[in-house]
C-alpha cells in the first residue's frame, strides 16, 4: 500500500538548530541525521496518536530493519533546520518512512540538505516476531480515513 493520491499517507513537520554535539570538526556529522530521522519517526507516531511508549507499553515496537540517506549540502552549526518525516509505504508487517531536510533561510526559502529513508517493522517485543501492522495503521490507506499533519497544538506553528 504505497502513497495516496501521490502524497504521503501521513506527515509532521519539526523544525530545530543544528548543535554543538551534531558536528565534526569540519561540517555536520553525517551520524547526526540517523538520531534525527529516530527524532522524526518518533515525532510521527505521536501525531498520529500511538507514541512509541505506549506501543512498548502494550508489547510492541518498530524496529528498523533498513536505512538510507542521501546528502545534497551540508548544515552548519546553528542553522534552522526543517525535517519533514513522511509515511510513504505501508507493508502487511512494515512500514517505509521518507525524511526530507532543509535548511531555513532568512528570506523563508528552503535549501534541500539531505534525504533520508526507513523501513521499520511492526515486532511484539517479547518474540521479537513480525506482526502484521495495526488497524489505526491500516486504516490510513483508506479513502475516507485522513491522516493528521500536527498534532492540534502544532498547527498553528506550521
Not at 88 to 112: C, I, K, Q
Request: aromatic letters at 10%.
Amino acid at each position: 500500500m504505497d502513497q495516496r493520491n501521490g502524497g504521503p499517507l501521513a506527515q509532521a513537520v519539526q523544525e530545530f538548530e543544528v548543535s554543538l554535539v551534531d558536528m565534526d570538526p569540519f561540517f555536520i556529522h553525517y551520524t547526526a541525521y540517523t538520531i534525527w530521522m529516530d527524532r522524526g519517526f518518533l515525532h510521527l507516531l505521536k501525531t498520529l496518536g500511538h507514541p512509541l511508549h505506549t506501543l512498548f507499553a502494550e508489547g510492541y515496537g518498530f524496529p528498523v530493519v533498513h536505512c538510507q540517506l542521501d546528502f545534497w549540502e551540508p548544515a552548519a552549526l546553528d542553522e534552522r533546520v526543517r525535517l519533514t518525516t513522511a509515511l510513504v509505504r505501508l507493508g502487511r508487517t512494515s512500514l517505509t518512512v521518507r525524511y526530507d531536510f532543509a535548511r531555513m533561510e532568512a528570506d523563508g526559502s528552503l535549501t534541500p540538505l539531505a534525504r533520508g529513508e526507513s523501513v521499520h517493522v511492526y515486532t511484539q517485543r517479547a518474540t521479537r516476531q513480525a506482526h502484521e501492522l495495526p488497524a489505526w495503521l491500516r486504516a490510513l490507506t483508506e479513502g475516507e480515513s485522513r491522516a493528521p499533519t500536527a498534532l492540534p497544538h502544532e498547527q498553528e506553528s506550521q
